[in-house]
């Protein structure tokens, strides 16, 4: 994966887009400038763009903040690689739940723990887990690494409650009621 500059950035999204100058400042809404972008393309960066140049930027590129100011800091000579391989983004995670982002980072802990021990098995058990064919059955009944979680798991996941409030609420917008509750 590239890990552009800011010039960098900019220059392929300008030439993708076919813009001039001036027409990608008008896509960053007016900040910064065609002049200013013009500088940030052509000349060494000498200091982190301003909070509302990076908005701009932003919009006009469809780059998530982090990915503009981490594109300064490589203009700027600071060394700001991706040095973590499990290093993992969940789009729209930010919007979730206190309690979703908990169990989403208890599965992960969870996966990472599997993993770490068929890893450290060098038992024919651990090389099944991993897709061995020693009598590997497939489906439901798969041998998969001993975990904390119920054999039922997967119908446990694909469970979504009750539903019969949706039937009831389908009943009152046939007859366009509206629910008490």
């Known amino acids: 994966m590239s890990q552009p500059d800011l010039g960098t950035l900019l220059a392929e999204v300008k030439a993708a887009r076919g813009w001039s100058f001036e027409a990608m400042s008008r896509a960053c809404g007016g900040v ?4 200013r972008l013009f ?8 200091n982190f763009p301003d909070p509302d140049t990076i908005r701009g930027l932003q919009k006009a590129t469809g780059a998530s903040t982090t990915e503009i100011v981490m594109a300064a800091a490589r203009s700027l000579g ?6 973590d391989p499990d290093a993992l983004h969940v789009p729209g ?3 979730a739940s206190d309690s979703g982002r908990n169990a989403l980072l ?15 098995s060098g038992s024919s058990r651990g090389r ?18 001993a975990t904390d979680l119920p054999d039922n798991w997967q119908d ?4 979504q409650g009750p539903e019969g409030h949706l ?4 009943e009152w917008d046939s007859r366009g009621e509206e629910s008490q509750g």
């Not at 910064?32 to 002049?35: F, R, S, V």
């Not at 600071?78 to 040095?83: A, K, P």
């Not at 099944?128 to 690494?145: E, L, T, Y």
């Not at 446990?156 to 469970?159: D, Q």
């Open 32 to 35: 910064p400038t065609g002049k």
């Open 39 to 46: 500088q940030l393309i052509n000349s060494p960066l000498k």
């Open 78 to 83: 600071l060394d700001v690689t991706e040095t």
């Open 93 to 95: 995670i930010s919007l």
């Open 106 to 120: 208890a599965i992960g802990r969870e996966l990472a723990d599997a993993a770490a021990e068929v890893a450290a």
């Open 128 to 145: 099944k887990a991993q897709g061995g064919s020693a009598g590997r059955k497939s489906g439901r009944g798969a041998q998969r690494p």
């Open 156 to 159: 446990l996941a694909a469970y």
């Open 167 to 170: 039937r009831r609420a389908d």
